[in-house]
């Protein structure tokens, strides 16, 4: 994978904190990844703060980028824990910039991920993105007439957190939504990644798990492309690894809902994948250290 930008930047160390994983990976000035690594994330918050700060305190450089479910102020402060992260608020880039030297910065991983994408992957050469992330929460990240938007409180892209269906977008679309289908239709209790593996295996019922989910999909990114008229949808996260599994689905009612939208917008899924929210980390990091200049 090659990122090319206009204002690349020396090695440096990205961070991608979600749910359910930790990620990190060293990314050079062309975007290459080395030392990628994705571990289960620590049981608690302060177990995670330090396996940061020892992997901050290691790092090549000056810099360090971490992307992070939840809403992060300009400072870098973490302001709204994600509700699938039992985390208390806290000063993030400040805390961890203090304690290990760095440079650190954070942004919303939605953010990041749309930032890698446009830069560098499936959304390369489109000025109006819409980026989507399943994996244990949704998250949605903008690019508009090629620049993020954040919103006017950085919290723009909260899609999951909206009504829909008697529940809310997210509730319908993560990994415990897949789980709970999967529940429903096979009787058995399992693990979004093995009812991914057992869809790729052919195994009817994880096959109409994704069938389902990939509907469910489809309308409510109608909402989105209503409201954003994108040139394309990424679809990335660790549920996007079932792609294949949800995409006719996900195609077929989202046509179906945006037939009246004049132009079509494209769905593609992630080109990054896991290195996704790594790399948008690095890109945030790399702008913010250029603006300060």
């Known amino acids: 994978m090659t990122l090319r930008t206009k204002k690349a930047g020396t090695t440096m160390l990205g961070i991608d904190i979600g749910g359910t994983y930790l990620k990190s990976g060293i990314v050079d000035a062309r975007g290459n990844v080395s030392n990628f690594r994705k571990d289960k994330l620590p049981a608690t918050q302060e177990q995670t703060m330090k396996q940061l700060q020892k992997l901050i305190a290691s790092a090549p450089g000056k810099e360090v980028g971490i992307a992070i479910a939840g809403t992060v102020d300009a400072r870098g402060n973490l302001v709204r824990v994600s ?33 890698a994408e446009h830069h560098a992957g499936a959304a390369k050469g489109y000025n109006n993105v819409c980026g989507v992330t399943l994996g244990t929460g949704l998250g949605v990240g903008m690019i508009i007439d090629g620049k993020l938007y954040a919103g006017a409180h950085n919290k723009a892209g909260e899609f999951g957190h909206a009504p829909y269906e008697a529940a809310t977008v997210e509730d319908l679309l993560s990994s415990r939504s897949v789980e709970a289908y999967y529940q429903v239709v096979s009787g058995t209790k399992q693990k979004t990644y093995a009812i991914i593996d057992a869809g790729l295996n052919k195994e009817k019922d994880a096959l109409y798990t994704f069938q389902m989910f990939g509907y469910n999909l489809g309308r409510a990114l109608t909402i989105a492309a209503t409201l954003l008229d994108p040139e394309i949808m990424v679809i990335g996260g660790g549920i996007a690894h079932a792609y294949p599994l949800f995409r006719k689905e996900m195609e077929r009612s989202f046509k179906k809902y945006t037939s009246a939208l004049p132009q079509k917008i494209k769905l593609k899924q992630s080109a990054l994948m896991d290195h996704a929210g790594v790399v948008g980390a690095v890109l945030w990091a790399r702008e913010c250290v250029s603006t300060s200049k």
């Open 83 to 115: 509700r699938n992260m039992a985390w208390k608020k806290i000063d993030l880039a400040p805390f961890l910039s203090r304690t290990t030297g760095k440079k650190v910065t954070a942004q919303n991983d939605a953010n990041c991920f749309v930032l």
